[in-house]
């Protein structure tokens, strides 16, 4: 968070902290597209041994199910740069000498973002593996875009980070739960701050883009709030968790977690 000065304008009102996660990651996301692998690497982006003893695995259980010409549906959620599925198609090719099961597998990259889905198209290392893969648009805590029981492996990437999270403080026995606001010097932005709130608001990507940096001058402002759980989802395995919760900590709360695991398990 930055240090807040008289001059900051609010760009929303206060909202739980999960609401804002999600709106800001998005905007990141978007305005960065592909060129977001350039302010973090991870490891399956830049090296193959993860995905090399992934592909084996997957090889090793799938030459002996039945039938033998069933199609192999692998699904990346969260892709990254493409690197964990190009080096995961070139292992897996490598190993089928007799060609039992990397002609039947196809491996979809899933992702909410439009703009890192075309950075992945561009892979040149995964383009060698045309017509083994697809790509798909998708929003794994809420979208139902495949059959239940239609995918033989889930590979979970960068995800985790991205999912909603909200966060849940003890005191006296209550709960309290997150709230941020986020403000912004208008000298920040070069238009008229009521036209950029708008393009915030909005998440106009195309529009975002285009301006100088700002995300990392935005400061947020935090508050707790008292809050009945009773009807989030999870709410019984969440109380039972925050029972025994110390006081006056924070304590995260991944309700995206809990609806991408069940999502996963209805595929799977």
Known sequence: MTHRNRNFLPLGDFKPADQWQTHVNSIFYGIQGPGIHDHFQTYVSRDH?????????????SREQDPADAPLIVQE??????????????????????????????YVLCDYSREILAGTRANALLQEHAGRFSTALMDAERDDCFKPRSVCKILSNEIWDDLAAKALL????????????????????????EEFRALFADRDLDALKNLPPFLHAIHWERS???????????????RSLMDRAAEDIPIPVNIGAFATLERALRLL
């Open 49 to 61: 041994r993860l995905a090399h003893a992934l592909a084996e695995d997957f090889f090793a259980v």
């Open 77 to 106: 959620w969260g892709v990254g740069n493409g690197n964990l599925a190009a080096c995961f198609l070139a292992r897996l090719r490598e190993l089928d000498g007799e060609g039992k099961v990397y002609p039947r597998t196809h």
């Open 170 to 193: 003890k005191h006296d026995g209550l709960l309290l739960e997150e709230y941020l606001q986020p403000f912004l010097e208008p000298g920040t932005v070069d238009m008229g701050f």
């Open 224 to 238: 707790f709030q008292r809050v009945d759980i009773a009807d989030w989802p999870y709410a019984g395995i969440i």
